[in-house]
Every structure is written in C-alpha cells, then in structure tokens.
C-alpha cells in the first residue's frame, strides 16, 4: 500500500500543472530554442551558468501568479526584472516571462493589446547591456509572441552598441529589420548610421543609407550633414559633395564650421582657391564668436591633414598631379586669405612634407 501511495503521489507531482508547462516551455517553447541557438551566434554573451538570483527570484514569483494563482503580477516586479538582467540567461527568462504575460492577457484577461513601446525599449536596452544581441534583434519584430511594441527608440539601442563596437555587419542587420517591420527613420537614426560608417571608413554604405534616408523624408541634422559632406571630401568625390551641399542648403542657409570647410575643399579639388578662400572668409564673417573658437584649427586641418586624406583615395597614377596642384592651390587660398585680413598664420611645412611622401 506504501508503494501505491508513493506511486500516486509521484504521479500526481509529474502531473501538475507548473510542472507540465515548465516541461513544456524548456522542450517546445519557440524562446528557448531560440535560446539555445543564440549561444552560438557571434556578438552574444556565450557564459555558461545560472540566472542571476534577483532575476530569477522575480521569474519564479511571475510565474508562480500567472500559473499558479491565474493572477496578473504587478508591473512593478517586470519593470524590476528588466532592470536587472545582466547576462543571457536573464534575457532567456525576461523573454519567457513576456511571453506567458502576453499569452495571460490575452487568455484570462481578454486584452489583446501589445504592451506599450516604453517596455520595449527598455527590453531592447536590457538586452544589449546583456550582450544578448540576438534578443535585442527578436524586440524589433513587429509579429512576435512576446507582446513586445517595436519602435525605432528601440533600434537605437542596438545601432549605438554597433556604434561603440564599430560593428558595420550589426549594422546592416539592424537595418534591415528596421525596413522589415516598418519602423520609422528618424534624424537621430541617421546620426548614429553616419557615425558608424565614418568610424569605418565605408564611402559606399554610407551613401547606401542616406538614400534611404532622404527617399523616407528624413530631414537630417546638421551633425549628420557634416559628417557626410567631411567624408567626401576625404574621398575627394566632388559629384557627391556638391549634391549633398544642395541638399542641406535646402534644408537649412547657415554653414557649420564642418560644412563650410567641406565647400572650401571641394573648391580647391576643383583647382578654385579663390572660391575657396572666399567660402572660408564669408563663414567666418557668418559665425557667431562662441563658434570661431574652432575656425583655426579646422585651416590647419585643411592645410595639414586633408591633402594626405584626399590624396590616399585618389587612383595611384592621379595621385602625383593631384599632390602638386593642391600645394600650390593651398598656398594660393592661404595668401589670398591673408590679403582680406584674416588670420590666416598657419603652419605649411606639412605641404613640402606631405608631398616628398607621396611621390
């Protein structure tokens, strides 16, 4: 009889309801195998071991109320899980927390409604702190079983991370789920999309997006041009540069010192130093004096940095002609600065160094 009972009462434990559908979450649940995949993927946290116990302690309290108690958990203790996940298996549970909190509303509660785009946010936050990329990818997904609102704050996260990590391929990833699941580009999406593909040094990809950008009706933010325009006149791409002056003076009159030195390049590119020279004295007559602080060292950089920059992306046999007219059109546009009495000392050594070095 002793052993029937126990028998019953193993029976019983295999049976209940926690059990089963814990059973079921780690062998069919689309989230843990998920899971169980992203730790193979690159840029993820790959650390093997258990949860962290705050995260865990909350998990077990949420599903112990949705479960056991068919009760919906205070959104507090959601709010304080998300904070809270540091490493991927925090992410796994936050992640299947969401889903049978989504699948509770919709069930018990008749609510058919997404949680709001704030907790997405933070969700897609969380997982980046994490290094739960792949997670982070999964929050954008306007189709999912998390009930998860993606938006493009959301995005964010992911292509800031890329930023610091000057990760192009995330990047491009990121990008296109933005497409994929229409969420809106904004100025600030550009600035980090730029940022990226300058610290990379990809002429391409950056012109790949600004055309989707501009096509959206994006109108991008000074810091945005600025980088645009800098880059192709590092290129010494004058078609592109030009283009992209008129659309940012379609946008907005005033120059920055950034842009305004980038007119002046292209001038000089195009063997006009005094269209050159005159751009640089009509930006600084333009500038407030809180903003010519920098107007030195932006000439020096023109002098000093720019023709090697310029020079490196050009053709091996066009590169020789092009040392020499920008010597002699620098100086030109430095002297003719100097008869319109600005203060044009800056330094030329670099020319003659700059130009033994490339030939």
Same mark, same amino acid.
């Given at each position: 009889m002793q052993v029937?009972?126990?028998?019953?009462?193993?029976?019983?434990?295999?049976?209940?309801?926690?059990?089963r559908s814990d059973y079921r979450r780690v062998s069919t649940d689309p989230i843990h195998c998920f899971s169980s995949m992203a730790f193979y993927s690159s840029g993820v946290d790959t650390v093997q071991g258990a949860p962290t116990a705050d995260v865990k302690e909350l998990y077990d309290k949420m599903i112990d109320c949705v479960k056991?108690?068919?009760?919906m958990p205070p959104n507090a203790w959601l709010w304080s899980m998300i904070a809270n996940c540091k490493h991927q298996h925090d992410i796994s549970l936050l992640f299947d927390i969401l889903q049978n909190l989504r699948r509770f509303r919709l069930s018990n509660l008749r609510i058919h409604d997404n949680f709001n785009c704030n907790l997405c946010r933070e969700v897609a936050k969380a997982c980046v702190h994490a290094g739960a990329l792949d997670f982070g990818k999964k929050a954008l997904w306007k189709h999912n079983v998390f009930g998860l609102t993606p938006n493009i704050a959301s995005?964010?996260?992911?292509?800031?991370?890329?930023?610091?990590?000057?990760?192009?391929?995330?990047?491009?990833?990121? +990008?296109?789920l933005i497409k994929r699941?229409?969420?809106?580009?904004q100025p600030g999406t550009a600035d980090i999309v730029f940022s990226i593909c300058w610290n990379t040094d990809d002429w391409e990809l950056i012109n790949k997006y600004?055309?989707?950008?501009?096509?959206?009706?994006?109108?991008?933010?000074?810091?945005?041009?600025?980088?645009? +325009?800098?880059?192709?006149?590092?290129?010494?791409?004058?078609?592109?540069?030009?283009?992209?002056?008129?659309?940012?003076?379609?946008?907005?009159?005033?120059?920055?010192?950034?842009?305004?030195?980038?007119?002046?390049?292209?001038h000089l590119l195009e063997r006009n130093p005094s269209n050159a020279a005159a751009?640089?004295?009509?930006?600084?007559?333009?500038?407030?004096?809180?903003?010519?602080?920098g107007f030195k060292g932006e000439l020096q950089k023109l002098v000093s940095e720019w023709p090697l920059e310029v020079i490196k992306h050009q053709k091996e046999e066009d590169r020789k002609v092009l040392t020499v007219?920008?010597?002699?059109?620098?100086?030109?546009?430095?002297?003719?600065?100097?008869? +319109?009495?600005?203060?044009?000392?800056?330094?030329?050594?670099?020319?003659?160094?700059?130009?033994n070095v490339l030939q």
């Open positions: 029937v009972s126990n028998a019953r009462r193993a029976s019983r434990l295999l049976l209940s309801p926690l059990l056991v108690k068919r009760s995005a964010h996260h992911l292509l800031l991370y890329a930023k610091n990590q000057n990760d192009t391929k995330l990047l491009v990833e990121v +990008m296109k699941n229409d969420l809106p580009l600004a055309k989707r950008f501009v096509k959206a009706g994006v109108k991008l933010r000074q810091t945005s041009f600025e980088t645009w +325009m800098n880059f192709a006149a590092k290129r010494g791409d004058m078609e592109s540069l030009w283009k992209i002056e008129k659309l940012r003076s379609d946008l907005m009159k005033p120059h920055t010192l950034a842009t305004g030195f980038s007119c002046a390049k292209g751009v640089i004295q009509a930006l600084n007559q333009s500038l407030s004096d809180a903003k010519k602080s007219s920008l010597k002699s059109d620098i100086l030109a546009m430095v002297n003719e600065l100097l008869s +319109m009495g600005l203060d044009a000392n800056v330094s030329l050594e670099d020319l003659d160094k700059k130009e």
